[in-house]
């Protein structure tokens, strides 16, 4: 099959260095990642910093993640079709913008705002990042193990974001964990402009607005729905609108894919793959219980038992470190013996230490948490290989990248809806008694959805038992 990627050379444009392409590049994809985590262990600061409760501090973190699941699928297809080079500028343009803008802001809504534009940066940079790699790595080899840097350099930056934003906050103040991002894309950016070659495809999909444009609306609904009953109740009238929007939107969405077909942000003839649903309802459900969880833990670890930034960042490595160094692990059980048992497995063990949370208590020392962050960060560091390849696996080989993305996305979005079910359960950290109770219900209430989809992965995902070989 010929070639159908273009490579266009820019005016006065020099030789490609193609580690400064990977350097620069694995600082966007860092920035990105942290910027998941790394606001966490500073919500307790901004709260009382901006005079916000708890429904604002969920809008600090879901505004960054519904823009970042919005827009995924959509900004790799304009990449493709307008030039990644020039989307990943501008998305390090729009990323720096929205990062100064935190750093600033005067109240929490344009705080919310400001995480709303470091989204679209982040989703407008994290797709082209990996195509731009590989593009300057044309041999085999050399471009398997640039994109095993890139991978590890995203790794790193889970376990790195309760830490880094823990001793930013302790000893700078919370604003800095959004100016410290600054510089690094001033020079990732320049460094990008100056060795970056333009590419695009040239046979690349169309971009589905319809698609875009509802997909939005059905996960701002949705989350707004969650985050304001949590407020004001399931009754409340802004609730009910919110959901009433959500389902409109869901139709609508469904409506306008089906008509678009191939053509479809989300093509429908994917979703008729029930292994494929599985493998991404699985990341969904991965990501609802991992960040809605956290972003409970991290308040209880704070306002309830009364820890600093820094501490409340060493007390959660437990989670993220095995994340890191048993994700390659996972991926080459993976790679032998398919999807089915790593995911099952890493779903049961993530549950059994999502339910060893519930024995927490205010006074609870870092040993009593220490299996349940073990055990619940070995079973995700099983998982997420493991669900990323089955929903590659089940696809064409020419959807394997629609397939990839899919699959962020549903994490993305699980993410989103997570912080705003965990939040809306556990209520304001500041009523200690009610939050400790909600706190343990959407532990435990995790560790149950981690059951079904552990029963899921069983039945649908793919599976060959190939003993272990070397």
């Not at 262990?41 to 409760?53: F, K, N, Y």
């Not at 009593?368 to 590659?392: D, E, F, K, N």
Request: hydrophobic letters at 55%.
């Amino acid at each position: 099959m010929a070639d159908t990627r273009e490579t266009r050379r820019q005016p006065g444009h020099r030789d490609t260095a193609p580690r400064t392409v990977l350097l620069v590049m694995c600082a966007g994809y860092f920035l990105v990642l942290l910027d998941v985590t790394v606001v966490n262990v500073a919500l307790p600061r901004i709260g009382s910093g901006l005079h916000t409760d708890i429904g604002g501090l969920q809008w600090v973190v879901d505004g960054y993640a519904l823009a970042l699941a919005a827009l995924m699928l959509t900004s790799g297809t304009a990449g493709d079709r307008y030039g990644h080079r020039r989307v990943v500028l501008a998305g390090l343009a729009v990323f720096g913008a929205g990062s100064l803008a935190c750093g600033l802001a005067p109240d929490v809504a344009v705080l919310v705002i400001a995480r709303v534009v470091q989204g679209v940066g982040a989703a407008l940079l994290l797709p082209g990042t990996l195509a731009i790699i590989s593009r300057a790595y044309p041999d085999d080899a050399a471009r398997a193990r640039a994109i095993g840097v890139w991978a590890g350099v995203g790794s790193l930056a889970l376990p790195a974001g309760p830490l880094l934003g823990g001793a930013l906050t302790d000893w700078l103040g919370w604003r800095a964990i959004f100016l410290i991002n600054v510089p690094v894309v001033l020079f990732a950016l320049v460094r990008s402009a100056a060795v970056v070659e333009e590419s695009r495809e040239a046979s690349a999909r169309r971009l589905d607005p319809p698609g875009l444009l509802l997909g939005g609306l059905l996960l701002l609904a949705t989350t707004y729905a969650f985050i304001e009953g949590g407020r004001t109740g399931a009754g409340s009238p802004y609730v009910v609108t919110a959901a009433t929007v959500a389902v409109l939107a869901l139709v609508a969405l469904t409506v306008a894919e089906l008509r678009r077909g191939d053509e479809a942000m989300l093509p429908p003839a994917l979703l008729r793959r029930p292994a494929f649903d599985a493998a991404n309802a699985t990341a969904g459900i991965m990501n609802l219980g991992t960040l809605g969880t956290l972003f409970v833990l991290m308040l209880f670890l704070q306002s309830v038992q009364h820890r600093s930034a820094l501490v409340a960042g060493f007390a959660v490595l437990p989670l993220f470190a095995p994340l890191a160094v048993i994700a390659p692990f996972g991926g080459r059980i993976t790679s032998r013996i398919g999807s089915r048992v790593p995911a099952a497995a890493g779903l049961l063990i993530a549950a059994a230490g999502l339910a060893l949370l519930a024995r927490a208590q205010p006074h609870s020392g870092l040993p009593v948490l220490l299996p349940a962050l073990l055990l619940w960060g070995i079973g995700c560091g099983l998982l997420t290989p493991a669900v990323v390849a089955a929903a590659i696996a089940t696809v064409p080989a020419d959807r394997a990248g629609l397939a990839s993305a899919v699959n962020n996305t549903a994490r993305q979005t699980g993410g989103a809806i997570g912080i705003a079910v965990a939040g809306a359960i556990a209520g304001p950290p500041q009523d200690a008694g009610r939050f400790l109770r909600g706190f343990h219900t959407v532990a435990v209430g995790s560790a149950g959805l981690y059951g079904v989809a552990a029963v899921v992965a069983v039945v649908l995902l793919p599976g060959v038992w190939r003993p272990l070989k070397g």
